[in-house]
């Protein structure tokens, strides 16, 4: 990896897929097509001693294949992706694919330099990727007419597709439902990671149909699902991730009463992960698994003991 772009990229976190539609028809396709339709893991990276701990990695994405996720997104925020060099990345990337054994990867970049961070997509071509999670540059605060340019600029370079991760209080940028819906025409962008937080703004995008809309805020899942949403990317279904996806099938079902049952048991344990910033409360739940250690790095720290003591009570709870 050359080092003239380690510095400027940070992550982000044989199916087939419908062609952009025209208009607002309600989307009628079928789930078991939509590439991104189900659950995915924004994994976490595992460190021990200062270093990556590939090891725990592979473990942890070997556990979590075996409770019927779709796939898993490397190199996001809940993975401390902006505390990754460039080879730590691919480290991490080739790690999560291999222990994936076929499953779908999804690969987070991101970054403020536009030929650098092409370079960059250029070179993640040789990977057998399902798609790139992509944020607005941090920051700088475009008009949407930029975001639009820089958008479409990088799906023109990538060889997967692009799943634009919509994320206004990490970045600084709102994307506009216009600017998202003119961006749903793109061959190359797909789907859309929604931490929005503009609930007309996840409907409009439903209703429309062309980009599959993928749940980011956890304590949206249930809403996002039962409202027509594709799919979920879920931090906190690293925990107890066999019963998110028995939701997410009770959901497609049309079994909302149940779903949401279900669901009410599992928001304490969601609001407790989030209480302090991901992924440190993550991580100590499974620390307390014996999955990884305990480890994180600068800015983000462990959590308090309370927290630690709230997570354990609710762990045995749920």
């Given at each position: 990896m050359p080092t003239a772009i380690s510095n400027t990229i940070v992550g982000a976190q044989a199916d087939t897929c419908s062609g952009p539609r025209v208009g607002n028809s309600p989307d009628t396709t079928p789930a078991s097509r939509r590439r991104y339709a189900g659950l995915w893991i924004p994994l976490v990276t595992p460190f021990r001693d200062g270093g990556l701990d590939l090891p725990a990695l592979s473990q942890l994405v070997g556990h979590l294949r075996e409770q019927g996720v779709r796939g898993f997104v490397a190199c996001g925020s809940t993975g401390e992706a902006a505390a990754l060099d460039a080879d730590e990345q691919l480290a991490v990337l080739d790690t999560a694919l291999d222990a994936a054994q076929g499953l779908p990867v999804i690969m987070g970049v991101s970054g403020y330099h536009l030929p650098k961070l092409r370079d960059w997509i250029r070179l993640l071509a040789s990977r057998p990727l399902?798609?790139?999670?992509?944020?607005?540059?941090?920051?700088?605060?475009?008009?949407?007419?930029?975001?639009?340019?820089?958008?479409?600029?990088?799906?023109?370079?990538?060889?997967?597709?692009?799943?634009?991760?919509?994320?206004?209080?990490?970045?600084?940028?709102?994307?506009?439902?216009?600017?998202?819906?003119?961006?749903?025409?793109?061959?190359?962008?797909?789907?859309?990671?929604?931490?929005?937080?503009?609930?007309?703004?996840?409907?409009?995008?439903?209703?429309?149909?062309?980009?599959?809309?993928?749940?980011?805020?956890d304590l949206q899942f249930y809403a996002t699902l039962a409202q027509g949403g594709a799919g979920a990317i879920t931090a906190s279904a690293h925990l107890h991730t066999a019963r998110f996806v028995t939701l997410m099938h009770q959901i497609a079902q049309g079994r909302l009463d149940v779903a949401r049952t279900d669901w009410l048991r599992l928001v304490p344990l969601i609001q407790a992960l989030f209480a302090e910033p991901n992924p440190g409360p993550l991580k100590a739940a499974l620390a307390g698994q014996g999955r990884m250690r305990e480890e994180l790095r600068a800015p983000m720290t462990p959590v308090t003991p309370a927290l630690r003591e709230r997570l354990r009570i609710w762990m045995d709870q749920t």
């Open positions: 399902a798609g790139l999670l992509t944020p607005a540059p941090m920051y700088v605060r475009p008009a949407q007419a930029g975001l639009l340019d820089w958008f479409q600029a990088l799906a023109d370079s990538s060889a997967a597709p692009l799943i634009v991760y919509d994320i206004p209080y990490r970045t600084g940028a709102l994307i506009s439902a216009d600017t998202l819906l003119t961006l749903a025409a793109h061959p190359n962008i797909q789907a859309i990671k929604d931490c929005g937080g503009d609930v007309g703004k996840t409907l409009a995008l439903i209703d429309d149909g062309r980009l599959e809309v993928l749940v980011g805020e």
